[in-house]
């Protein structure tokens, strides 16, 4: 389903090339197209992923607010295969999918609490170059989410924003996860790149 990486795709092979299919096809259903960019350095990919499951376990912030924040930044950045792959996991997980697929264009959508556009706010702050996150907006999730939700808030966006600027650097694109689930499309946005 990618259609023109800046990095040609290469077979993931070896016995961690093994593990990292099964763990594929468990997550997603099947092994993605990028999973073969990626194994162009399996360190990277191995470190990358090992994060991502480490920030997968955190728990101070409720799980719709973690997914609305990764999905915001992710539109920020314009990153398609990161919005796809997590209103993919947002269906298997049972979030509210109505919800999750307006997140592109949150700001038009009636569907969020007044938290839950704080959050995406929050996201989109801190994905600009360079970030832009105010007092205000850090001292009005404090009282709301405390310390620890929001410094776990600061760092999933900042892994967020690893993956999607990596994704879109290497010209990773959606590789319609949602689609194959039956998923009504994402909303679109008018800054959230083709792709999503």
Not at 6 to 12: A, D, L, M, Q
Request: contains cysteine; aromatic residues 6%; hydrophobic residues 50%.
């Amino acid at each position: 389903m990618t259609t023109s990486t800046r990095i040609p795709s290469t077979e993931v092979s070896g016995a961690y090339g093994a593990i990292v299919k099964l763990a594929a096809r468990e997550l997603m259903g099947r092994v993605p197209d990028s999973i073969g960019v990626l194994w162009q350095h399996p360190a990277v990919m191995k470190d990358a992923m090992g994060i991502g499951r480490r920030v997968e376990a955190w728990r101070e912030l409720d799980r719709e607010l973690a997914t609305y924040a990764a999905m915001a930044a992710a539109a920020s950045v314009g990153c398609g295969f990161c919005l796809d792959l997590n209103y993919f996991m947002a269906h298997t997980r049972g979030l509210d999918e109505a919800k999750v697929r307006e997140v592109p264009r949150w700001r038009e959508a009636s569907v969020f609490t007044p938290l839950e556009r704080t959050v995406m706010e929050y996201a989109e702050a801190a994905s600009q170059t360079p970030p832009a996150v105010t007092d205000e907006l850090s001292d009005a999730l404090l009282a709301e989410l405390g310390p620890a939700a929001l410094v776990e808030l600061a760092a999933r966006v900042s892994f967020m924003n690893m993956s999607a600027r990596m994704n879109v650097a290497l010209g990773i694109t959606s590789e319609l996860f949602a689609d194959a689930c039956g998923l009504p499309p994402l909303a679109a946005a008018q800054s959230v790149a083709d792709g999503a």
